[in-house]
């Protein structure tokens, strides 16, 4: 499927005005030649139509050569009595005077063709680019969510989100992005439904996007999210289209890239990267256990290393008689402090996720086992570490592992690090202290205006249903406030059937 979307550019990044068609056929094939700087995968073929020479140039490694030779070539050389557009069977034909698109056409995969005496050309679009079958997403799978996700050609991504949202207020803007890579990005909003302000804002931001290369939307991110140097992720980044169609819904915008399997939504709040599709195709109680169980692991994997770290430390008399002997046992012959094992134990975890994250599955599977149980085991053997840290520091990878998105992972994850030097200082108060400091950003932090950490700051108590538990979806009757969308209602009596009983 063909890739290319027409863009509708903020700069126009390929401009040599000094260049025009003329009517010198052999000198508009040189000047082409030139501004490709002669690439080997640069063709030109000479034909005759109707008494005039004409020249066909494309690039044969993103052209598709089958629809270009019978549509096009055979097409020309067999009927030759009528106009261009009306000879090939390409329905996508337009005449065009300007060298710089005939060479932005070009590069993009389509076919130029260039006659004798004319100072225009025919724009034929026979792009081909090799793309993946659509498959389930392997960092977001679901039990009962649907199972397609996004691949890296744009519009198979689009035809996907069209599928699920067949409505005519669905829009889809395109613009271009890098100046060497012209990469084409689609922007994605309900226009009934997203705030006007909010799609503004969004292509503002965009509009002072000027780097070489755009290659995909986590290199996009840190040029438009309100704070860089925050450790949270201010934009969504979702392979799958069900979810991006949800977010849609909600008054959201969504932002795709050309190449890329993946999508930005936005804004977003801190607890959406808690939720997870299958929340909503599961009864809600099951999904609201699910809700709290990734909130808790969420404070487990931030705090439960400092934790203990504070208490071995500081507040031996907190823990219980019966499990002091255990714990104090456990630790005699080790000869370096709790901030030292515990450090030394989170990073041979990180070092091993890393290398299990780039090895063929099989291997990483295996590097799995050895890591957990064989390191594990052999250095408690040692006496490195005691065996309490080897719970605790695996209670937290687990826990680190437990929320649906790995950016928000991550982050909570580096986060660890400043709440064990904190708690190695002064104990429990230097996990109270650095909680708070967490919080507070957390409040303060913004994404596209709208508040990261809403509903609870500020709070909006209609906005919980959908936060810490799921509510029922007909008592969800209300869209979130924090898009600000423009309508806020988007479910009536759904259970109305139930008056008709009675």
Known sequence: MNCYMRSNKYKQNYQNSNIVISG??????????????????????????????????????????????????????????????????????????????????????????????????????????????????????????????????????????????????????????????????????????????????????????????????????????????????????????????????????????????????????????????????????????????????FLIAISLPALYIALVSFHFEIIPIDLVFNVKSSLENVPYPPLVEALGMQITLELLRESAIRLPNPIAQTLGVVGGLVIGTAVVQANLVSNTMIVVISLTAIASFVVPDNEIGTSVRLLGFPLMFAASLIGLIGIVFGLSIILIHLCKLESFGSPYFAPFAPFRKADLKDTVVRAPLWKMKKRPFAPLPKKFNRENNSRGWENDEK
């Open 24 to 297: 010198n056929l052999d000198l508009n094939i040189e000047n082409v030649k030139k501004s490709l700087l002669n690439s080997s995968d640069l063709t030109t073929r000479n034909l005759m139509f109707q008494d005039k020479k004409i020249v066909v140039v494309y690039i044969n490694t993103i052209v598709g050569r089958e629809t270009l030779e019978t549509q096009v070539i055979q097409q020309i050389i067999n009927n030759s009595k009528d106009t261009i557009p009306n000879t090939v069977a390409i329905k996508d034909v337009k005449s065009s005077d300007s060298f710089d698109e005939c060479i932005l056409s070009i590069v993009k995969g389509k076919t130029v063709i260039f006659i004798e005496d004319e100072k225009s050309v025919f724009i034929l679009e026979t792009t081909s680019f090799e793309n993946r079958s659509i498959e389930q997403p392997s960092s977001e799978q679901t039990i009962r969510g649907s199972h397609d996700g996004l691949v890296e050609c744009i519009i198979t991504n689009i035809n996907q989100i069209r599928r699920r949202i067949s409505n005519p207020n669905l829009v889809v803007k395109t613009l271009s992005l890098g100046v060497e890579s012209d990469t084409c990005l689609a922007v994605l909003y309900i226009d009934t439904i997203a705030n006007e302000d909010l799609v503004k804002e969004v292509h503002r931001r965009l509009s002072y996007v000027d780097v070489d290369y755009v290659h995909s939307p986590g290199n996009l991110e840190e040029f438009i999210e309100d704070n860089p140097y925050s450790p949270f992720p201010q934009l969504l980044t979702t392979e799958r289209s069900d979810r991006i169609a949800g977010n849609l819904m909600e008054g959201k915008i969504a932002i795709l890239t050309d190449g890329s399997p993946s999508a930005l939504v936005l804004p977003i709040t801190f607890f959406s990267f808690y939720q997870s599709p299958d929340d909503y195709n599961s009864r809600w109680m099951v999904a609201s256990f699910a809700r709290i169980l990734r909130l808790v692991s």
